[in-house]
């Protein structure tokens, strides 16, 4: 394999899995690190750093590239994601388990090298995201399984510096727990009528569109009340305060996107304004740390 065709199948694999995305779950990653040093009151070395970095990408990387392989067939029948790239035949299902496997083992690698304890928890990441590719078959609380996933970001990070856990941390676990299941049942709005012909479950499946939407309303408030609690006992301030005004402002604005009449501005309430929002807190987190 030449250089140019590795390049080009690196590219499609990390298209595969929408790389770019890994910006939803990072900045939280990296939230649990800053909120790590400020209770150590010490920074991470550069090697807890670059550890854990690897390990989000190695965990995002897998669990996206696993529900590819295992939605396969699932999404060839839908015209939204019958383009995706297996099913398209733009990657293989054996070069995608390839690509499961090698990142799943960098995950694993990462969190040897960070501490025992991130070590023997791992396993437990690998679980829920082996069951969030199979949840929609017989519940509709993949939304928040997904949240789980996605909570493990700052949490593990946190674990990576400590070596234990508490409830600032779990606070905000939760939080991003919320918010990734109120997204997600945003995002789940475009296939509802594909999924009850097919016999999937989802939120919006079971509870239809107006009650899904006040359901994403109430993860969102929760996930804001979540934020705020973390004023207590982290040491954080006035800025970080003002971060959590500006999410607040802009998950309102994501959910006058996203309207019981109107549902064609999903994409960009589900991609944009929630790239925005983890960057928003994470950015204000760190200045708040930094001052």
């Known amino acids: 394999m030449t250089a140019t065709t590795l390049f080009d199948k690196t590219r499609t694999l990390l298209e595969m899995i929408k790389f770019s995305h890994t910006v939803f779950a990072f900045p939280f990653a990296l939230m649990g690190v800053v909120l790590a040093s400020l209770a150590n009151n010490a920074p991470p070395t550069l090697g807890q750093l670059f550890w854990v970095c690897l390990a989000m990408v190695g965990a995002r990387s897998g669990a996206m590239g696993l529900n590819r392989i295992i939605d396969a067939h699932i999404d060839a029948e839908n015209p939204r994601t019958a383009q995706r790239h297996i099913p398209a035949g733009k990657v293989s299902s054996g070069e995608a388990w390839i690509f499961v496997v090698a990142s799943f083992a960098l995950l694993l690698l990462a969190a040897w090298m960070l501490n025992p304890l991130c070590f023997y928890l791992s396993p437990v990441a690998l679980f829920f995201l082996f069951l969030y590719s199979y949840c929609k078959r017989f519940t509709a ?64 499946a079971r509870l239809g569109v107006v009650r899904s939407i006040w359901l994403a309303r109430l993860f969102h408030g929760m996930m804001v009340f979540l934020l705020l609690l973390l004023l207590f006992g982290t040491g954080l301030g006035w800025i970080y305060f003002c971060g959590v005004l500006v999410v607040t402002g802009l998950l309102i604005y994501e959910h006058l996107l996203v309207r019981p009449d109107d549902l064609s501005r999903i994409d960009a309430a589900f991609f944009n304004m929630n790239g925005y929002i983890s960057v928003t807190i994470f950015a204000f987190t760190l200045i708040d740390a930094l001052v």
């Open 141 to 204: 609380l993949a939304h928040v399984v997904l949240g789980i996933c996605l909570a493990a970001a700052p949490v593990g990070a946190w674990i990576a510096l400590r070596g234990a856990v508490s409830w600032q941390i779990v606070a905000l676990g939760l939080a991003v727990l919320f918010w990734v299941a109120g997204f997600d049942i945003f995002y789940a709005l475009q296939d509802l009528e594909f999924d009850r012909v097919r016999g999937l479950h989802s939120i919006p």
